[in-house]
């Protein structure tokens, strides 16, 4: 019996802020989850703006990591 691997996903904030969510079970839906956390971050980011909200302009950056 093999063991069960799953995959997380370690999304690296542009103001230093770390957040970590696992689970996945294969490399592929830990990496089509993460793109969809950055595209949601930039949208927020470009809503905020034009809200005439400041807001940081970086990026959302990820990792994905076998747990």
């Known amino acids: 019996k093999g ?8 999304y690296l ?3 230093g802020e770390v957040e970590c969510e696992g689970g996945y ?7 089509d989850a993460a793109e969809d956390g950055v595209l949601g ?3 927020g ?7 005439g909200r400041s807001y940081d302009n ?5 990792e994905i990591y076998e747990e």
């Open 25 to 31: 079970e294969t490399y592929d839906r830990a990496k």
């Open 3 to 10: 063991v069960a691997m799953s995959y997380g996903v370690k």
């Open 13 to 15: 904030y542009p103001d």
């Open 45 to 51: 980011a470009e809503i905020l703006e034009d809200m």
């Open 41 to 43: 971050f930039a949208t």
């Open 58 to 62: 970086g990026t959302l950056e990820y």
